[in-house]
């Protein structure tokens, strides 16, 4: 399996942007697809997870009510969309996988994107 994001950029505070992110290779239910981000000198966190099978999500404090994971079959692709941007959002968003269901460590993903820059100006 190997993932690849897009759909970085330059966005405004309250903008939005889409992140996406390819799936190659088969998946087998139980795996859960991940979005983390890493901001400039601060360590990797989680933004929020997706079940590749039946949907079920879960999310950070910091994004929820504003960011939506979401999945297409058809193009085996899972989005983040990311709304009311806020400067703290800047960071680098990396896309990855796990086996085993939802989870929230970095430590557990066996699968990792190359990343996509996102930065909110003020």
């Known amino acids: 399996v190997q993932l690849v994001e897009s759909g970085g950029g330059l966005v405004q505070v309250g903008g939005s942007l889409r992140l996406s992110c390819a799936v190659s290779?088969?998946?087998?239910?139980?795996?859960?697809t991940g979005w983390f981000r890493q901001a400039a000198g601060k360590e990797r966190e989680f933004v929020g997870a997706?079940?590749?099978?039946?949907?079920?999500?879960s999310y950070a404090d910091s994004v929820k009510g504003r960011f939506t994971i979401s999945r297409d079959y058809a193009k085996n692709t899972v989005y983040l969309q990311m709304n009311s941007l806020k400067p703290e959002d800047t960071a680098i968003y990396y896309c990855?996988?796990?086996?085993?269901?939802?989870?929230?460590?970095?430590?557990?993903?066996?699968?990792w994107g190359q990343g996509t820059q996102v930065t909110v100006s003020s």
């Open positions: 990855a996988m796990k086996p085993y269901g939802l989870g929230t460590d970095a430590r557990v993903f066996t699968t």
């Open positions: 997706i079940m590749w099978t039946g949907g079920r999500t």
């Open positions: 290779g088969r998946l087998s239910s139980g795996y859960a």
